[in-house]
């Protein structure tokens, strides 16, 4: 009884562990509207196939067999209502967060992929109309498109940016530019946002001892300052070698941060005492009650 007590414990606490890195699943409200802003076309519909036959079949089988995988939560066959009845942006925005044990496919999955994935699984959805992007453009906001290049005589960082209009790229002006470096944990601005001029450009000084990977390396992105979603996630990355070949400390270094005991923080060798404790208690535990069972069936024997 006493056991069965505790492996309840356990299963509860993983539960919630899992429903705090995602809790409900909930698509916030401005993603929902959110929509492919091209036609769906059949070449779309079949690199959609195999990047699901690839990605996601492990799990959700393949469409209309209902042969997905007997996990809990279950995965589901996604040609189902439950998914057909979904708005574009809903399934956009599952894919792209995922749930556990679902992968997040953020970095898996380009926009463009995702996006034939979900073409591909609407043609199972009867009665599923695909919004017009045309129609939906106009309400959705500007569709904004970014490249990024390095001014060496200016040693500036160029971003441009180019509104995608019903008559073609036009140079987008006033559009304010985020340019940020990927680091260890996250991405680091590089200085305050700024706007596009009149011919869809903003500058940003590159601070020259900025620090790169051995060979200089830096890995930069761009992305527009849009609270509100309404400029379709506007975003590049590029590795340039812009920066300081350095030789960054590696993770086992007594440089870096956390490899040494000393530079832990108390939470951390809290949190892995603690945990270190409760896997030895459950060992021990298990090890006591298999000896008692040996004694109970000592004593039947004799
Ligand atoms: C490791 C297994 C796994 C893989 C791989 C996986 N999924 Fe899932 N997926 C799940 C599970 C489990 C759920 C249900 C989660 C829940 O409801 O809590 C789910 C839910 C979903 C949902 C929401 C369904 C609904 O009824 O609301 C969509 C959409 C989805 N997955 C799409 C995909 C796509 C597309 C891929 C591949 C690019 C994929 N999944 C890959 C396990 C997986």
Redesign the pocket.
């Given at each position: 009884m006493k056991k069965l007590f505790y492996i309840l414990l356990l299963v509860f606490i993983m539960l919630l562990r899992a429903e705090a890195q995602n809790p409900g699943?909930i698509v916030p409200d401005d993603q929902k509207g959110k929509i492919c802003l091209v036609k769906f076309t059949p070449d779309m519909v079949k690199q959609g196939e195999a990047?699901?036959m690839k990605?996601?079949?492990?799990?959700?089988g393949i469409p209309t067999k209902k042969n997905f995988?007997a996990?809990?939560?279950?995965?589901?066959d996604?040609s189902?209502p439950?998914?057909g009845t979904?708005k574009d942006g809903?399934?956009f925005y599952?894919?792209t967060t995922?749930?556990?044990?679902?992968?997040e496919?953020r970095n898996?999955?380009s926009e463009d992929e995702?996006w034939s994935?979900?073409s591909f699984?609407r043609t199972f959805h009867k009665g599923y109309v695909q919004p017009d992007p045309e129609k939906m453009a106009a309400s959705m906001g500007k569709r904004i498109r970014l490249s990024m290049t390095y001014d060496t005589a200016r040693k500036k960082i160029m971003v441009k940016a180019v509104e995608l209009t019903k008559e073609g790229p036009v140079a987008a002006k006033g559009a304010e530019i985020i340019v940020f470096v990927q680091r260890y944990f996250g991405n680091m601005q590089l200085a305050d946002p700024k706007p596009t001029s009149e011919s869809g450009y903003a500058g940003f000084d590159w601070p020259q001892d900025f620090p790169g990977d051995k060979t200089g390396k830096v890995i930069l992105g761009a992305r527009v300052n849009d609270p509100t979603g309404s400029m379709q996630e506007a975003i590049v990355r590029d590795t340039l070698a812009i920066g300081l070949p350095t030789n960054k400390p590696a993770l086992t270094d007594t440089r870096a941060m956390w490899s040494t005991r000393e530079k832990a923080p108390v939470w951390m060798i809290l949190t892995y005492t603690l945990a270190v404790i409760i896997v030895w208690y459950f060992i021990i535990y298990i090890i006591l009650s298999v000896l008692d069972m040996r004694k109970i069936k000592q004593v039947k024997n004799t």
């Open positions: 699943w990047l699901y990605n996601c079949q492990s799990c959700h995988a996990i809990q939560p279950s995965p589901g996604l189902e439950k998914a979904q809903e399934l599952r894919i995922g749930k556990v044990p679902m992968p496919f898996i999955l995702r994935v979900i699984l």
